[in-house]
């Protein structure tokens, strides 16, 4: 009974304890219908379906944003190869420039203005030549017997005679000049064909330069086309002069670049130094509101300044001295009572540093006046060089050698034929730049007196060449196989060949015009012999004599 009664408690205290009313369990829920189930789980598969959809959609842009960069990083790395390339063309380039430029100079040190041989010579000169009767070694003896020596006597006089009175006349202009205030005038220097024996036609005219110097404390600073400032093509052969204090930096202060303040001061310009009046520049004959010389000025001033010196010695001469060409204003004319007459050409020129390089105000009876850019721009005259060329290498030449006289026969037949069918580009300074090349290509044997007919071939066939090329190249500038004899300027041996004939390349009717005289020469040249050419003694046959240089 007890254990019976133990059983039924037993039972009865289970059934309390798990009774849901009395302890619900946590988890417990209600249960749903099954419509209700379904329809969740229907959202539910809906919002998995857009979840998978966002994930492949931003799976599919960073595939796309993947790709793009490795695109990007193909090209970068394509065009890393192509500059690669192109950098590695760039610097074959420049060396294949490099040794064109240096093969170029070495070249022209070599052989900077090709003479040519004698079949290249036949292959340009064929039509040029054809038919042209070139007078023989007799005739051509006869000629400059009667018609160059003849009239080249008298020259050694008269050099004389006007370097005399040059000599007073600017000893005179010094005494009239201040000191303090005027250009220092030198001693004067023959140039030209006068000096180098070789003028045959009158009237003679002597060519006299006349060196000139700033007065202290300035001084003349030259800047020329080849001392690295650039200077454009039409300007080559010229330089500029400017004129400053001696006591100025040729680099330039540096108080010249910057602007200094109230209370600074440079230590080595003073404030009044530095800023110059216009009108003390004008009176050093600069041009307008600048420091550079201005050539017209100083031709202005160079002829008061004569004028003046005449009137002070005119007493002492039984001649009267004027100016003879208005467009030449250094052309001076002495005329003696007799009726007779002498000119010459004083004209002012600037040193180049310590060489015999002169700046040149105008060339006399020259149309390079009208070429000239600028006032300021002054040309270059290596005549002082020339002449010293011709002197050494005459000293080495066999006596009474012919170069001279090829010079005088060809300037001769070239002056005869312009007073035919007037004037040309083609000048007597062309001629004797192709001498000049010929005496440095020839050897020294070639110009033998009985050599004179053939020496003369030469010439023109290297001048019809040049004309034919349009290409004469200036003898020094450029030139290094200058003799170290003349001490001639580094600087212009190593600048860039100056073409004579670059003005007629663009002026195609003064270049046909001067091809025209040339070969009408050409023609005319046995009459133009023949004509001062009568009997011919044997004694002329083996050579020539004339004036020793």
Known sequence: MPVGLFRVCLLVITAIVNHPLFFPKENGTVPESTEEIIQKMKEREESLRLEQLRLEQEIADQEATQKALEKAAVVVEESKEEKVRWDIWTALSMVIFLLIELWRQDFQEGNWQDTGGEEDDMAVLGKAFKGVAFPDKAVLASFYEKRILGTTGDMARMREMVEGFADDLLEALRSVCNRDADMEVEDCVGVGSMYENWRVRKPFVCDLIVPFAPPEPYCFRCQTWCSGDSFPPDEQGYGTIKVCRADEDTTGCICDKTKLGEDMLCLLHSQVSSTRPSSEMEDLLCFKNTQYLDADQVMKWFQIAVTKAWNRISHKYEFDLSFSLLDSPGALKIKFKSGKSIAFNLTPVVQYENSDVYFISHFPRSSLAADIPSSTHWFLTFSVYERRFIQLVSKT?????????????????????????????????????????????????????????????????????????KKLYHFFIGNGKVPAELGFPIIFQRAEPLNLFRPFVLRRDIYRKMVDTFHEMLRNMSALINEYTVHIPLAHTNGIRKEPL
């Open 397 to 469: 030449l066999p006596a009474n050698a012919c170069h001279v006289s090829c010079l005088q026969i060809l300037s001769f037949l070239h002056g005869k034929q312009c007073s035919l069918t007037g004037p040309s580009g083609l000048t007597n300074y062309h001629l004797k730049t192709v001498l000049l090349h010929l005496l440095q290509a020839r050897p020294s044997q070639d110009w033998a007196p009985e050599k004179l007919e053939a020496r003369l071939q030469d010439m023109l066939k290297f001048l019809e060449k040049c004309l034919h090329e």
